[in-house]
């Protein structure tokens, strides 16, 4: 074959380094717009593409007090996806042997309560053991204060089964605390010196430790919130009541070494990983979370990750398996459970090519599902839903009061829906999904809705559109 002209080359070269600049600049422009939208003080982001870094950098301030501009290596607390670490620890600890996600946890830690008998280490990683969401429920009094193990350990024996495992998930950091306990107990060492021994330190993940409110961390970030119009300073949760769950900090350049190691055979084999990468089930139906990560299909695409939240900081993690693609943010300002997640799905929009948001709709084959996804909408406007309209899953997510309270909400920021359009339709094994953009009187959104095979809606999310 001929080379290709020198003219032919440079200019085709230089198309591509102009398309990616244009890309590049398009994701900051999108990050900065959304920090002044929020009052976020500082952000950090990678973005991995293609498995090499596509951009790494920081965005305003680590520290308002000093100044301090943010950058890749700013040390953030990243709250719950210290889980995907818990998670990743324990199976270590199973290829080794030295464990069974299925042993109960009873083998390993003493003087449990006789109604625990029945849960395993593996519903601890999916949430599905029945214990109590918090170690301690949060509140001024507590938030700030350590307590040592024992302490903690006589609080959550004390408390009664939620439901019985393996019967339902619920989110539970307890679930979390327990297996950093497990992990003590069966490495004969803490929960810290494991990660930094067999996760860390191998990686060169220098700035990642346990959080030690004592110690000096160069280039901590500071966190805030915002209130009244204005920055403050949250009380910090004490990282003694949330080992395991969400005590770690780490840098979203440390995280990337994290990220790639997993998916390269760094850490794991490469049956562990995708077990743990594998959604759950209850009864046949998959419940979203693995072992130790949240497992999602967005728009056709399959994400594997774990978001963040503690007073002053949140954080994602999302890998979109398929499209080699990774982005992690962090940031030193409370947003509310689903903000970090949100950006970093239209990140993705930005960088993805089949996940851009179609400007224009697309002719709608079948009517009867966007006539239910109308009625849905309008049903929530005015405060009662049709069940026959949702599957199961949906109809328990969606009783009589949650529908009342996002009926408070359309009125204060929707209004009337004036307009349904179909931008995208995509299969999904039996079922299928469909993204329309809505027009209300005060706002436009996008809804994400997916339909399962009997024509029931299964799962129905939403984003403003100019989100």
């Known amino acids: 074959m001929r ?9 085709a070269l230089l198309l591509l380094c102009s398309h990616a600049a244009a890309l590049a600049d398009s994701v900051d422009d999108y990050v900065t717009s959304q920090m002044q939208k929020r009052h976020i003080v500082g952000l950090s982001l990678a973005v991995i593409k293609d498995e090499k870094v596509f951009k790494m950098r920081g965005y305003g301030l680590a520290s308002v007090e000093l100044g301090a501009p943010a950058t890749e290596n700013s040390v953030y607390q990243i709250g719950s996806l210290t889980k995907a670490f818990t998670a990743t620890a324990v199976m270590m600890l199973a290829e080794g042997g030295r464990l069974g996600l299925d042993d109960r946890i009873t083998k ?98 220098t700035a990642t430790r346990v959080n030690d409110p004592w110690e000096v961390v160069p280039g901590r970030a500071n966190g805030y919130g915002w209130e009244r119009d204005k920055f403050n300073v949250p009380p910090p949760i004490h990282p003694s009541q949330t080992l395991g769950s969400g005590n770690l900090l780490s840098t979203v350049a440390d995280l990337a070494k994290f990220d790639a190691a997993l998916k390269g055979g760094g850490l794991l084999k490469k049956t562990s990983l995708d077990e743990m990468w594998a959604p759950a089930q209850i009864n046949g139906a998959e419940i979203g979370y693995g072992l130790g990560w949240t497992v999602y299909n967005y728009r056709g695409h399959k994400i594997v990750g774990h978001g963040g939240n503690t007073p002053g900081f949140a954080a994602q993690l999302f890998r979109f398996v398929g499209d080699k693609t990774s982005i992690i943010v962090l940031c030193n300002k409370t947003w509310g459970d689903d903000a970090p997640y949100k950006l970093s799905l239209r990140l993705a929009t930005k960088i993805i090519p089949d996940l851009a948001i179609p400007a224009r709709p697309i002719t709608d084959t079948d009517p009867q599902i966007t006539q239910k996804v109308r009625l849905l909408a309008e049903g929530i406007s005015e405060g009662k839903v049709d069940p026959a309209l949702l599957s199961p899953r949906l109809r328990s997510a969606l009783p009589p009061d949650v529908v009342q309270r996002l009926k408070q909400l359309y009125d204060q920021q929707k209004g009337r829906l004036k307009s349904l359009a179909l931008l995208e339709e995509k299969a999904d094994g039996a079922d299928r999904l469909y993204m329309y953009r809505a027009a209300f009187e005060k706002e436009t959104v996008l809804y994400y809705v997916k339909v399962t095979g009997e024509g029931e809606i299964d799962s129905f999310e939403q984003d403003p559109e100019d989100e």
């Open 3 to 11: 080379p290709l002209p020198a003219k032919f080359s440079i200019a």
């Open 108 to 205: 390993h830690l003493d003087g449990l309560p006789a109604a625990w008998g029945e849960i395993t280490i593996r519903h601890l990683l999916t949430h599905t053991s029945g214990l109590a969401p918090d170690p301690v429920p949060w509140s001024l009094e507590t938030v700030s204060r350590p307590y040592t193990r024992e302490e903690l350990l006589g609080i959550i024996t004390a408390a009664p089964l939620q439901f019985p495992p393996g019967t339902m998930y619920r989110y539970a950091n307890t679930d979390y605390y327990l297996l950093a306990l497990i992990i003590e107990r069966v490495s004969r060492s803490s929960y810290g010196e494991f990660l930094s021994e067999h996760i860390f330190t191998p990686l060169g993940m």
